[in-house]
């Protein structure tokens, strides 16, 4: 009952965020490459700025590229170094909002690869928030290869069998919407512990101090991966820990770090 009701909060602000967000123009300075592709039937929007390795971002559940990386200057600064893609996962954005379960799962992995195929980027840095948190934990779980680093924004470890994948599995009043279809299929982005522990690439975990995800799925992790750091940013929650400053620049940092 307690999970089930954090879970919809999360949505709701998020979605709230989103709808404000959603009159303004993005501030990005750089060129914006925009375009759509194909994945597997599915019509994916993102963009392209920036010249330097790779970073793709992926935005968390009820929010877009635009919301979660342009409005809070992400993409602005990544820009200045890196070059930066961003895209609306199914079922956000600008991007198509397709009802069929299979659309989301575990495919939504595998349109990381599809989009960076589509690119031709061999390897890309991996930032992911909420949603994309555990989009990047999955994608460094089965694509290792593809992955140069990877940075973990509110979020943690979806643990294969427990509780908290069970939560996201529940059933909600409307099944039939595509944000429902796509929020119970987040439970198919669970991790096995052996899964967790193959992971050998870099990789760090940035979280708001007051985000109840760092209980719930944070600290499991740190039982785990001891070797990866954790960042918490001060008097941040779920929802507005991407929006801080903070996180930006922690963000930038990480990926100078893996550049050097």
């Not at 759509?36 to 994916?44: P, S, Y």
């Amino acid at each position: 009952m307690i999970i089930n009701r954090f879970n919809k909060l999360i949505m709701l602000g998020i979605f709230i965020i989103c709808l404000l967000t959603s009159f303004y123009i993005p501030s990005t300075k750089a060129a914006i490459d925009e375009s759509n592709f194909d994945a597997n039937g599915v019509n994916l929007h993102y963009i392209v700025v920036g010249k330097g390795e790779p970073v793709l971002l992926i935005h968390g559940f009820t929010s877009s590229a635009k919301a979660n990386w342009q409005l809070t200057g992400v993409v602005d600064l990544l820009a200045k170094d890196y070059q930066v893609i961003a895209v609306d996962m199914p079922g956000h954005g600008m991007s198509d909002k397709p009802i069929e379960p299979q659309a989301y799962g575990l495919q939504l992995v595998e349109d990381i690869v599809l989009l960076m195929d589509h690119l031709k980027i061999k390897k890309a840095h991996i930032v992911g928030y909420s949603m994309g948190g555990m989009i990047t934990m999955k994608m460094m779980a089965k694509h290792q290869d593809r992955v140069l680093s990877g940075l973990v924004g509110g979020f943690g470890w979806l643990k294969e069998g427990g509780f908290m994948q069970n939560a996201f599995q529940r059933p909600s009043r409307n099944q039939t919407t595509h944000l429902s279809i796509c929020f119970n299929s987040l439970a198919r982005l669970a991790l096995t512990e052996n899964e967790l522990k193959s992971i050998n690439v870099p990789v760090t975990v940035v979280v708001g101090d007051r985000d109840p995800v760092e209980k719930l799925y944070v600290i499991p992790l740190q039982q785990v991966r001891k070797d990866w750091p954790v960042t918490e940013i001060k008097g941040a929650g779920h929802i507005t820990c991407v929006a801080n400053p903070q996180f930006k620049e922690e963000v930038k940092n990480w990926l100078d770090k893996q550049t050097r």
